[in-house]
C-alpha cells in the first residue's frame, strides 16, 4: 500500500462517505418520514414524536467526550462494529413497538449507535489521515450524509406508503449491517502509521510543524480538562456548537412534514432530496472556502445562507420559493457538519483534538436535541411555524458571532 499511486486516506474518505449516507440520514434527515404515519396509528401529537428524536441525539451530549476519548485510544474498530450492531438492531426494534414509550427506550440505543458511527469517528479518520487538504477530505466524506439524503428520501416515502412504516424500519436496519459492517471491518484503519504511512502532506510541513512546535505547547495548556481551567473561547466556541445543533435540527427535523403538510408527499419529498443534494455540492464549497480563505471566512458565509434559509421558509407556501429555500438551506447547512471539527483543529492542535472535539460534538448534540423539538413546541404552542423560523434564523446569525469572536480570542495564543 504504501507504493500505491493512490493514497491510502483516499479509500479511508469513500468508506466514510459511504458509511455516512447509510448510518446518517436515519437518525436526523429522514427520521421524521416517519412522523406521519407513527402520531397516526399511536394517537399522539407530533411533539411527542419529536422526544424520540430529542433522546436519540441526546445521548451524545453526553457520551460524545466519552466515546471520542475511546475511539483514540481504545481498539477502533472493535467499538466501531459493536456500535453499528446495536444502531441496526435498535431501529428494526422500532418497526416491533408497540406504543411510543417502547420508542423511547429503543431511541436511546439508537443514538449511542448514532453517535458512535458517524460524524466523530469520521472527524478523527479525517485529522488522522490528513494534515494537508483536511477541509477537502472531511467535506468529502461528509458529503456521505448528503447522498443518503437523497437516497433514502426516496426510497423510504414509496416503502412507508407500499409496505408500511414497521416494515421500512426493519429493512432500514438491515441495510445498515449489510452495507458498513465490512467497511469498517476491513478499510477503515484509525491511523495511517499502522500501514507504515504517513497523514498527507505531513512531509511538506515538516518545516513548518517544528517552528509551531512553541505555539502547539501553548494551546495545550489551554485544552480541555487543563489545569489552567475554560478559556473564553472555548466558552463561545461551545455557544456555537450549541446553536449551530440547534438551526441544524430544527431544519432537518421540522421541514420534512411541513413540506409534505403544505405541499403532499411526492412533492415534499422532492424538496427535501433537493437541499439533500444540494448539500452534498455545499459541504464541498464550504470545505474549499475553509482551505482557501480560512475559518472566519467559511463561518460568515454559512451563517449568511442559514439566516436567508429560514426567512424564506416564512413563505414556503409557494413553491418555488420552497425550492429556493432547499437550495440555500443545502448550501449552508453544511456548517452543521463540516465546520465543528474543522474549527476545533484551527483552535486546538492535534494531540488535544480529540478530547476538544469530544466537548464540540457534545454541544452540537445539545442543540440538535432540542431543535426540532423547539421548532415543533413553538408551532403547537402558536399554531404556526413562522415563530419558529425567525427564532431559528436570529439563531443562525449568532453561530456565526459566537465562532468568529471564538476563533479570534485563540488566536491571541499565538
Same mark, same amino acid.
Given at each position: 500500500m504504501k507504493n500505491s /499511486? %493512490?493514497?491510502? +486516506?483516499?479509500?479511508?474518505?469513500?468508506? !466514510? !462517505?459511504? %458509511? #455516512? !449516507? %447509510?448510518?446518517?440520514?436515519a437518525s436526523v434527515a429522514v427520521a421524521n418520514l416517519f412522523q406521519l404515519p407513527v402520531t397516526e396509528e399511536f394517537g399522539i401529537s407530533n411533539s411527542q414524536f419529536a422526544i424520540s428524536n430529542s433522546l436519540v441525539l441526546g445521548v451524545g451530549i453526553f457520551l460524545s467526550p466519552f466515546i471520542s476519548k475511546k475511539l483514540a485510544t481504545g481498539n477502533f474498530r472493535l467499538i466501531y462494529s459493536i456500535a453499528v450492531i446495536v444502531y441496526a438492531l435498535a431501529y428494526m426494534g422500532f418497526g416491533l413497538a408497540q406504543n411510543i414509550y417502547v420508542f423511547y427506550l429503543l431511541s436511546l440505543l439508537v443514538g449511542f449507535g448514532y453517535t458512535t458511527t458517524t460524524i466523530i469517528p469520521v472527524s478523527m479518520l479525517m485529522n488522522n489521515w490528513f494534515v494537508k487538504k483536511r477541509g477537502l477530505a472531511l467535506?468529502?466524506? $461528509? =458529503? +456521505? #450524509?448528503?447522498?443518503?439524503?437523497?437516497?433514502?428520501?426516496? *426510497? $423510504?416515502?414509496?416503502l412507508i406508503n407500499n409496505v408500511g412504516w414497521r416494515q421500512t424500519y426493519i429493512i432500514y436496519g438491515v441495510i445498515m449491517l449489510v452495507v458498513t459492517l465490512p467497511i469498517v471491518l476491513? *478499510?477503515? /484503519?484509525?491511523?495511517?502509521? $499502522?500501514?507504515?504511512? /504517513?497523514?498527507?502532506?505531513?512531509? /511538506? #510541513?515538516?518545516? =513548518?510543524?517544528k517552528g509551531d512546535k512553541e505555539k502547539n505547547q501553548a494551546q495545550r495548556k489551554q485544552a480541555i480538562g487543563a489545569k489552567t481551567g475554560i478559556t473564553p473561547f472555548f466558552i463561545l466556541l461551545m455557544v456555537g456548537a450549541v446553536l449551530v445543533g440547534l438551526v441544524n435540527n430544527g431544519g432537518l427535523g421540522q421541514f420534512p412534514p411541513v413540506l409534505n403538510s403544505l405541499h403532499g408527499a411526492t412533492q415534499g419529498a422532492f424538496i427535501i432530496s433537493i437541499y439533500s443534494a444540494v448539500g452534498i455540492l455545499g459541504k464541498?464549497?464550504?470545505?474549499?472556502?475553509?482551505?482557501?480563505?480560512?475559518? %472566519?471566512?467559511?463561518? *460568515?458565509?454559512?451563517?449568511i445562507l442559514l439566516v436567508l434559509t429560514y426567512l424564506v421558509m416564512i413563505f414556503a407556501g409557494n413553491f418555488v420559493l420552497a425550492i429556493v429555500m432547499a437550495i440555500l438551506f443545502g448550501l449552508g447547512n453544511a456548517i452543521g457538519t463540516v465546520s465543528p471539527p474543522l474549527i476545533t483543529s484551527a483552535i486546538y492542535s492535534a494531540d488535544d483534538f480529540p478530547k476538544a472535539y469530544g466537548y464540540v460534538q457534545s454541544g452540537v448534540q445539545l442543540g440538535m436535541t432540542v431543535g426540532s423539538l423547539v421548532a415543533a413546541s413553538i408551532?403547537?404552542?402558536?399554531?404556526?411555524?413562522?415563530v419558529s423560523w425567525v427564532v431559528l434564523a436570529i439563531a443562525s446569525a449568532l453561530v456565526g458571532v459566537s465562532w468568529i469572536f471564538a476563533y479570534q480570542n485563540s488566536q491571541k495564543l499565538k
Open positions: /499511486k %493512490v493514497f491510502y +486516506g483516499w479509500w479511508i474518505v469513500l468508506g !466514510a !462517505a459511504i %458509511v #455516512l !449516507a %447509510v448510518m446518517g440520514p467535506s468529502l466524506a $461528509l =458529503s +456521505g #450524509l448528503g447522498i443518503g439524503g437523497v437516497v433514502f428520501s426516496q *426510497i $423510504l416515502t414509496p476491513f *478499510i477503515f /484503519k484509525p491511523r495511517p502509521e $499502522l500501514m507504515n504511512l /504517513k497523514a498527507y502532506g505531513t512531509e /511538506k #510541513l515538516n518545516i =513548518s510543524n464541498l464549497i464550504l470545505g474549499n472556502i475553509n482551505d482557501r480563505y480560512g475559518t %472566519v471566512a467559511s463561518t *460568515i458565509y454559512a451563517s408551532a403547537d404552542l402558536t399554531g404556526t411555524y413562522t
